[in-house]
């Protein structure tokens, strides 16, 4: 690894949910350390599971979103083989959310519910795509007074999935305990200072390009950190999720689940690659061929800028800055702030 070997000695180590290391260690327990041959089985099983997502999109939106989505997949900026290759299971979260949103486009929605909801005990975060679909919900209650049956469906196969999925976890030797120990795992990740983060908080909290080397400009860095995102719940979260609950109204379901991603912008910092879930807005925009264009130019300026910039701190700055300018140029604009109109399925 030469230069970046002491970088992975500043990692606070394994950090997913119960559920991966449930579902992970029975795979792991099966294949003997020094098996050449059945480690190399198990990185084949992340590739298959890539090639799955793959076919429900072209089975949900057709051939040619399918091919884009493959491009788009691989030049996402902070997503590539480096980070993630050779491993297994890391993008089984992602393959349940995509076939998440097939399933909504075509009208499964207890697949759906179900689907997402083992993706969210994997790795949390996608518990924010229920959201527009909550708001959609909530909307059509407000107007006819009652659920209607596909979001019922949903929502009751997603909270009877997350729940059967988290009382399975309880089976692990510690129970509950682990899900203790997750909790405190990702509080330590979210306060530190790592460069290949993405979320708004990168850029509120952006201190240069000279990382804290001491305990006293880590523990200064820490505790800037965490007032910014604090204040960042506290006030931009809020008109985000307001913002979201107007816009998803103009979307059809599969395409406002990608509006989650405004929420997880603007709530959390995650590691660049779980990044790869901008593959919904490919889903959601294939048909607008702006936006399309935006999607492609955004990850184009990113690459070119590691023609005159090495300092990964630097470049991940700007990618959140690109990113920012990205989600604002597809979402707001005046009719968005209007309000939303309309009620639209699939």
């Not at 979103?65 to 050779?86: H, P």
């Not at 979320?199 to 952006?206: F, K, M, Q, S, V």
């Not at 309000?339 to 639209?344: H, K």
Request: glycine share 6%; proline share 3%; with cysteine.
């Amino acid at each position: 690894m030469g230069p970046q070997y002491g970088e992975i000695l500043r990692d606070h180590g394994f950090n997913p949910t119960p559920l991966r290391a449930l579902a992970g260690g029975a795979l792991a327990n099966l294949v003997p350390a020094g098996s050449h041959h059945g480690i190399v089985l198990l990185t084949l099983l992340d590739p298959l599971l890539e090639a799955g997502m793959f076919a429900a999109i072209a089975w949900a939106f057709g051939l040619n979103v399918m091919l884009l989505c493959m491009i788009y997949f691989c030049v996402l900026f902070g997503a590539s083989f480096g980070y993630t290759g050779g491993a297994y299971l890391r993008y089984m979260w992602l393959c349940e959310l995509i076939l998440s949103v097939c399933c909504v486009r075509r009208q499964h929605h207890v697949a759906a519910g179900v689907l997402l909801a083992w993706s969210a005990l994997l790795r949390i975060f996608p518990a924010f795509f229920v959201v527009p679909l909550a708001c959609k919900a909530a909307r059509s209650v407000a107007a006819t007074h009652r659920v209607e049956p596909r979001y019922a469906r949903f929502f009751v196969s997603f909270v009877t999935a997350s729940g059967v999925l988290f009382a399975i976890t309880l089976t692990l030797p510690r129970g509950l305990e682990q899900w203790r120990e997750f909790t405190a795992k990702m509080s330590r990740h979210l306060a530190s200072d790592a460069y290949n983060t993405i979320g708004l908080t990168e850029i509120l909290a952006y201190h240069g390009a000279t990382q804290p080397t001491t305990r006293a400009e880590f523990a200064s860095v820490t505790t800037r950190r965490a007032r910014i995102h604090l204040v960042q719940w506290l006030t931009i979260f809020p008109l985000t999720l307001f913002f979201v609950a107007r816009r998803c109204g103009r979307e059809n379901d599969s395409a406002a689940m990608a509006v989650g991603i405004l929420l997880i912008f603007t709530a959390l910092s995650v590691a660049s690659y779980y990044y790869a879930f901008l593959l919904l807005l490919v889903l959601a925009r294939a048909r607008h061929l702006r936006d399309i264009v935006l999607l492609f130019a955004t990850e184009a300026v990113a690459f070119s800028l590691t023609l005159f910039e090495d300092r990964e701190v630097v470049l991940y700055f700007y990618r959140n800055v690109l990113l920012s300018c990205l989600l604002v140029a597809l979402y707001v604009n005046g009719r968005t702030l209007r309000g939303a109109r309309g009620n639209q399925a699939g």
